[in-house]
């Protein structure tokens, strides 16, 4: 049975003892509070055991610490041991000083002398839960970093020990992959104290068998001259409820790098709408529109569907997803790239717009926030149900072009909410995404992307992320089976405290299931349920919301007090300045994004419509952005009137036209080349900006 408790000598005394009874050349007796280790090398061979009673943690035994896997041409690294009070450190080191590009093949790490039955914690790709694995009848599973995992990490435990692996190295910079395999020791590795135990397989690179087009995405291949340094650090704990304390390396090394959450926030409820389903999709019903017959945009325009979602008052917000319906052929490329643009063709459609009797007089009625789930967000479509896409390529100006026209058109609906489907390193690799998704939010400021499916941890630092809280494509044999999150996802909340995660859940398995009409209570029982783990409940059900639910902070209480991290530095802004690039584009940018970067410029306001109609706008009336420019290049020419004009028009689009008081200016404004450092002030400007000045916001001292 697993997790037994056993009796162990403790501190410092049990430690000094253990010391005398076990000497090994080489070996290195370290400790942290009440648990350390002695960790070194033994023959030439790393060496981990308890500090209190010499048991073996981790043996190395025959395994290799790097391997050669694509046939006798891969580049060596060197390697250096640093011993560490409950574990250790190896840095690899790749020095390619040929003429020609080199694989880096892949490392091993272990024998973990753990027993057969264990706990494995593989990344915390979906919510922070482990799985039991048993020795006899194990098969080897795999993993890769970042396409299936939200961290580069690994935990084992048994009933007396938990041990953590973690890769630190800067994806964005070295723009490849990892795969992560655990396998159980058989023959040389399973021989030695200990007796048998398990060890993981970590690829940087692809074998030479292995065919092109399967396995890693992105293998790790060095260019002449480069250096790339990776830190791999194991760490051991026995106190195996507490097992999060084995990743502190990686969670150290993310923070200086990543840094905090970048968004602010939101822990209220959302409801979920569905306005198309595939399986009504039919000659009579091309665009499978749920309820067609009564409520069909292309028939009645907007007003039914906004008629009936305006009753459902008290959620935060509102997510319709397929609001142009989908595809009657291409059913494998549901939900349609063409989330908004097809409202275009035809006159209905375009009502969408429309502050009368489209979303933005949802907007109005509800007072919740609107948004708009972007189907293939990243397979790019320019045509309807062609049954072709490419995949996004932010470097393509057509992609860019096709990518603003949607979501510029989602803003003039009054949406401040898009919901990012199938965002995935699948399709476009993390680091173009992680610029583009930054390209995207300055492009369109008043809009909160939401990434689907639940992303890498580096790509949770920009935004928030979707997580499937149903298991309802297999019959299950009970009710709870049907819930697949089971509690806080512990990765996010020991990395990002603060951040947020979207719960989605529908109850399609307890209708087909088991008959069940889902009540109130249970919905709301729920929705409580899941606000506990920390991520907001996003619920397909139509019902009001007369009840006060939040999605807690659940890193207050899943992660130990002393390895929290304070409050004040949950989140992380970047110094924000304007910038006038030379070509006289203006721009909010921070420190990753280039001044002279063509789309730095500030986005239409606005309600789509001419004044006193209710017409809508085409696309080819300035849908996109508007430059701040004179024509003359020298900068732009604002006033407090200005200003204040464009922020009372924003509230206004973002209220779905109701006024706002406008808000209220700082006193003084000044230029030139320098930031504001550490200070989180408004940015607005007075005046004439010299070319290629930084335009920023300073405090008056009267």
């Not at 040929?98 to 694989?103: F, I, W, Y």
């Not at 009936?308 to 595809?327: A, C, E, H, N």
């Not at 995935?424 to 990434?451: A, D, E, G």
Request: charged share 20%; glycine share 8%.
């Amino acid at each position: 049975m697993l997790f037994r408790s056993r009796p162990r000598l403790r501190g410092w005394t049990a430690l000094m003892v253990a010391a005398v009874a076990f000497s090994s050349p080489g070996l290195v007796a370290t400790a942290q509070d009440d648990f350390g280790v002695m960790a070194g090398m033994e023959s030439g061979k790393i060496a981990v055991r308890d500090g209190a009673t010499a048991a073996p943690i981790v043996m190395q035994r025959n395994l290799p610490l790097w391997e050669d896997n694509a046939g006798g041409v891969s580049l060596a690294p060197t390697t250096e041991f640093v011993p560490q009070a409950t574990g250790y450190d190896v840095i690899y080191t790749f020095r390619n000083n040929s003429t020609s590009p080199k694989k880096q093949g892949q490392i091993r790490v272990g024998v973990f002398t753990l027993g057969p039955e264990l706990m494995v914690f593989e990344g915390g790709w979906k919510d922070g839960r482990e799985r039991e694995q048993v020795a006899e009848g194990y098969k080897v599973f795999t993993r890769f970093y970042p396409l299936n995992m939200y961290s580069p990490v690994w935990m084992l435990r048994d009933d007396h020990y938990a041990v953590g692996v973690s890769v630190q190295y800067p994806m964005l910079e070295y723009k490849h992959d990892l795969r992560f395999a655990m396998r159980k020791s058989a023959g040389a590795t399973a021989n030695g104290e200990g007796g048998p135990g398990w060890w993981l397989e970590i690829r940087f690179s692809k074998p030479a068998t292995e065919p092109a087009g399967e396995g890693m995405l992105y293998e790790a291949v060095i260019n002449p001259g480069e250096t790339r340094r990776y830190v791999v650090s194991v760490r051991a704990t026995d106190n195996t409820s507490e097992w999060i304390r084995t990743m502190k390396p990686y969670r150290d090394f993310f923070r200086s790098t990543y840094g905090g959450v970048r968004y602010d926030r939101k822990p209220k409820p959302v409801n979920a709408i569905t306005l198309a389903v595939d399986e009504s999709a039919s000659p009579e019903n091309p665009y499978g529109w749920n309820m067609a017959a009564q409520r069909s945009p292309e028939i009645h325009g907007w007003s039914k569907w906004v008629d009936d979602i305006s009753t459902r008052t008290g959620w935060q917000g509102y997510m319709l997803w397929k609001p142009t319906g989908v595809f009657l052929r291409s059913t494998d490329l549901n939900f349609p790239f063409q989330f908004t643009s097809r409202w275009m063709d035809n006159e209905r459609l375009r009502s969408a717009l429309d502050s009368k009797t489209g979303f933005p007089a949802l907007i109005r009625r509800t007072r919740g926030e609107l948004g708009f789930w972007w189907g293939r967000s990243c397979q790019v479509m320019f045509n309807w149900d062609d049954g072709r896409y490419e995949p996004l390529d932010p470097d393509n100006p057509d992609h860019v072009e096709a990518c603003r026209k949607e979501v510029g058109l989602a803003a003039r609906a009054g949406a401040t909410m898009v919901g990012l489907d199938t965002f995935s390193h699948k399709y476009t690799p993390i680091w173009k995404l992680y610029p583009w998704l930054q390209r995207m939010q300055f492009m369109f400021p008043q809009m909160r992307f939401v990434i689907e499916p639940i992303t890498c941890d580096v790509m949770h630092t920009l935004a928030p992320t979707f997580l499937r809280g149903y298991a309802d494509k297999e019959p299950v044999s009970e009710i709870e089976d049907l819930y697949q999150i089971k509690g806080p996802h512990m990765m996010a909340d020991f990395l990002l405290p603060g951040h947020e995660i979207w719960a989605g859940f529908r109850y399609l398995g307890h209708r087909n299931y088991f008959g069940i009409e889902p009540t109130t209570e249970r919905i709301l029982s729920d929705m409580r349920r899941y606000a506990s783990y920390g991520q907001v409940p996003v619920f397909f059900v139509d019902m009001p919301l007369s009840h006060e639910i939040e999605a807690s902070e659940s890193w207050l209480t899943s992660i130990p007090a002393d390895l929290q991290i304070p409050r004040e530095q949950w989140k992380y802004l970047p110094p924000i300045s304007l910038t006038i690039s030379p070509t006289g584009d203006a721009g909010l940018v921070d420190d990753a994004t280039r001044d002279d970067d063509a789309s730095n410029q500030l986005p239409a306001s606005g309600m789509g419509e001419t004044p006193n109609s209710q017409s809508p706008r085409g696309p080819d009336e300035q849908l996109m952005t508007r430059s701040m420019m004179m024509g003359d290049g020298r900068g732009p020419v604002l006033s407090h009137t200005d200003v204040l004009g464009a922020l009372t028009r924003a509230s206004s689009t973002r209220l779905g036209g109701v006024q706002a008081p406008p808000p209220s200016l700082p006193a003084q404004i000044r230029t030139g080349n320098e930031r504001l450092g550490q200070q989180r002030l408004p940015l607005i400007f007075t005046g004439r900006a010299p070319k290629q000045s930084t335009v920023v916001v300073a405090p008056t001292d009267d």
